[in-house]
């Protein structure tokens, strides 16, 4: 079975830190975009960060996230990072992860591969 699962999630207290991965299950990562959402509750689902199969990243939630969230990815470990310091409350969402064949993307429908999510809770 084809799949991308995440982990990572937990309770943090708003300043701390968590790192969240995102690996690939029955394919490999390395021709892949990367990139991972977040779904606030009673929010649409947004994209925070994609990097490509190259290693080039982009952050598409840049004015919430910049300085903050940094993206990587260890094809050697089928596995892309999401690194986020600094959390704060509004940060709290559920997180998915998903793989792009066709390159880091706004568009949702354009990733061929999502993970179920992850939860990530902010506060004190």
Do not use: H, M
């Given at each position: 079975q084809l799949q991308v699962v995440e982990s990572g999630g937990g309770l943090v207290q708003p300043g701390g830190s968590l790192r969240?991965?995102?690996?690939?299950?029955?394919?490999?990562?390395?021709?892949?975009?990367?990139?991972?959402?977040?779904?606030?509750?009673?929010?649409?689902?947004?994209g925070v960060s994609c990097i490509s199969n190259s290693g080039g990243s982009i952050n598409y939630a840049d004015s919430s996230v910049k300085g903050r969230f940094t993206i990587s990815r260890d094809n050697a470990k089928n596995t892309v990072y999401l690194q986020m310091n600094n959390l704060k409350p509004e940060d709290t969402a559920v997180y998915y992860c998903a793989a792009s064949g066709s390159g880091c993307r706004r568009v949702e429908g354009l990733?061929?591969?999502?993970?179920?999510?992850?939860?990530?809770t902010v506060s004190s």
């Open positions: 969240l991965s995102c690996a690939a299950s029955g394919f490999t990562l390395d021709y892949y975009a990367i990139g991972w959402f977040r779904q606030a509750p009673g929010k649409e689902r947004e990733y061929n591969y999502w993970g179920q999510g992850t939860q990530v």
